[in-house]
């Protein structure tokens, strides 16, 4: 699942292809969307909020979409050959006269009036990129079940928005907490927050795939902290690094 970072940037790339642009074709390809026609609107936005993008068309419309897994959006300039993927794995076409953004493989994908974008990103904690951002209430917000392990709380997106599996396993080990340690019991708990949204801040102009990581997908190779080797277990149904020496489970 793609972190808060990498939606942040998909965000970007959207605003700067098509804000302010009006668009000449529009091509929902789900069932429930697909009769809808969105030619002569002009794009007034695209927000990231978390992991959700909010696209914002003239008219009170929003085009929500998750990428979850595997989905993306690619922008291409006219004449240029369409990479993303195959021709069926298509869900949106959105075009300009200057650009046309892709959408592949988009798991969630719907059209709403924005005035109802509560309904599908209310749910969320304090967005770690966003303008909402209130690390006071983060905390409050992980702090509220103390029996939960710090990495299922840190995945939680109604806690804080944006940390996917990369950035759980990142943070754990620059605060030194193991990530199956209740998070009640762990000292200083703000010092999640602030790692967190260091860790996201220092990643969203990086190209993506050139995060630097200390811990995650590094199984077996030596901590850069201590030497010790890298471990990796399944937590709540996903791979979970850590380094047994540097986060031990009273480590303060």
Known sequence: ??????????AQRLHTALAGHR?????????????????????LDVTPRGKH??????????????LRMD???????PGERWTGGAAHQIRAIL????????GYRLPVLELLRTGDEERVVGHLGPDLLGPDWDAARALRNLLSHPARPVGEALLDQRNLAGV????????CFLVRANPWLPIGELPSPER??????????????????SRRLYVYGRAGRPC?????SIRTAEQDGRPTYWCPLCQSAATS
Not at 54 to 61: A, D, H, P, V
Not at 95 to 102: F, P
Not at 193 to 207: D, F, G, I
Not at 224 to 228: A, Y
Request: a positive charge.
């Open 71 to 77: 989905g993306s959006w690619k922008v291409y300039a």
């Open 164 to 171: 996917g599996n990369i950035f759980k396993s990142e943070t």
């Open 23 to 43: 668009l000449i074709r529009s091509d929902l390809r789900v069932p429930r969307f697909a009769t809808a026609d969105l030619t002569g609107r002009t794009v």
């Open 192 to 209: 999640l927050v602030t790692a967190a949204k260091k860790l996201l801040e220092a990643n969203r102009n990086r190209p993506g795939g």
């Open 95 to 102: 075009g300009t006269s200057e650009r046309t953004a892709v």
């Open 53 to 66: 993008l909010l696209t914002r068309i003239e008219g009170g419309l929003t085009l929500h979409s998750h």
């Open 1 to 10: 699942m793609p972190e808060g970072d990498t939606v942040w940037q998909a």
């Open 224 to 228: 850069p902290r201590c030497g010790t």
